[in-house]
């Protein structure tokens, strides 16, 4: 089993800036990909950012060249940076990884507003 515990959530003017990070411990051999997803009430939950064990990342259209994904050498944590945040960023925020299976941690809510 993998456990993930994610931190840095809050409140936060529009255009400014916040930094999540997701730990993973437990049984790791081998992440195949990390990422963060955000749902919005009634909502499915999508993906905003991932990284693969390559380290190749991908970003979806409406975060890219704000959010950065990235992860620790040990490669047992993974952060995203979020600046230039807006109103409709303002959502909650899940890690992901897959390993064998796929993992979620518990969300941490994202509010972006003035």
């Known amino acids: 089993q993998v456990q993930l515990v994610e931190s840095g959530g809050g409140l936060v003017q529009p255009g400014g800036s916040l930094r999540l990070s997701c730990a993973a411990s437990?049984?790791?051999?081998?992440?195949?990909?990390w990422g963060w997803y955000r749902q919005y009430p009634g909502k499915q939950r999508e993906a905003v950012a991932t990284?693969?064990?390559?380290?190749?990342?991908s970003y979806a259209a409406s975060v890219k060249g704000r959010f950065t994904i990235s992860r620790d050498n040990a490669k047992t944590s993974v952060s995203l940076q979020m600046n230039s945040l807006k109103p409709e960023d303002t959502a909650v925020y899940y890690c992901?990884?897959?390993?064998?299976?796929?993992?979620w941690g518990q969300g941490t809510q994202v509010t972006v507003s003035s």
């Open positions: 992901y990884l897959h390993q064998t299976w796929d993992y």
């Open positions: 990284i693969l064990s390559g380290g190749t990342t």
């Open positions: 437990g049984n790791i051999f081998r992440i195949n990909k």
